[in-house]
């Protein structure tokens, strides 16, 4: 069961373009979203992370859109460079107790950026 | 700070055979959790330690195991390698597991089944 769905699968897009990264998910007990940028050979990295009472979120040149009633999300890369030609997921946590923490991510998006 | 460390990057087994990875959390982390990543998916939840307990698990059968150790150091075991059980393996850790801890990921273990 795919919790979290995301598109495209890979995108292509000039430097300087703005690539936008959808995602969907399903179960409404999800209260943290967080992204994680993956570049080959190494782990996931945070990017950036917003909470569903927050609409839009901006950090440096990349920002998260988020519609609650739609149960959507998205990203979006601002002057898009070739340093940012990785991996993307979108991901859902739903906070659990005892400090336990089970993140949801979707199935990734490739970036490339051409110079 | 030291960021988290896996070992080893690589590793090819049989199928049938028996597998420990390790994971070295980041200073002062005290919950670790692992993470399956197949060719070209997403990373799959396998299961959380916090202060030494297991406690939490995603879909995946009792033949994959841990441990988390005193100094918060880990390690996965999966018994009875199936040739699907190829994928890279993921650690995370964070402090708490609380709602502001993102989570710290390892650069991975490449386990190929044969």
């Known amino acids: 069961q795919q919790q979290v769905k995301q598109s495209p699968q890979s995108l292509i897009v000039q430097k300087g373009g703005i690539p936008i990264i959808n995602c969907a998910y399903e179960n409404t007990a999800f209260d943290y979203f967080p992204w994680y940028q993956q570049f080959p050979g190494k782990g996931p990295a945070l990017l950036i992370a917003i909470r569903p009472d927050v609409s839009e979120k901006k950090e440096g040149r990349f920002t998260i859109s988020f519609n609650k009633s739609a149960k959507q999300f998205s990203l979006h890369i601002m002057d898009s460079q070739p340093g940012d030609s990785a991996t993307y997921f979108c991901?859902?946590?739903?906070?659990?107790?005892?400090?336990?923490?089970?993140?949801?991510f979707g199935t990734g998006t490739k970036l490339q950026v051409i110079p | 700070e030291t960021g988290v460390t896996q070992s080893p990057t690589h590793l090819i087994k049989t199928r049938g055979q028996q597998v420990t990875l390790r994971c070295s959390s980041q200073?002062?982390?005290?919950?670790v959790s692992w993470y399956q990543q197949a060719l070209g998916q997403g990373p799959q939840f396998i299961f959380q330690y916090y202060r030494e307990e297991e406690n939490g698990r995603g879909n995946f059968p009792p033949r994959f195991s841990g441990l988390q150790f005193p100094n918060y150091s880990s390690e996965l075991n999966v018994n009875a390698l199936e040739l699907d059980d190829s994928a890279l393996y993921l650690c995370?850790?964070?402090?708490?597991?609380?709602?502001?801890?993102?989570?710290?990921f390892g650069n991975g273990t490449r386990l190929t089944v044969t």
């Open positions: 991901a859902a946590k739903k906070e659990g107790s005892g400090g336990y923490q089970k993140v949801t």
């Open positions: 995370a850790s964070t402090l708490d597991g609380g709602y502001n801890s993102p989570l710290h």
């Open positions: 200073s002062g982390h005290n919950t």
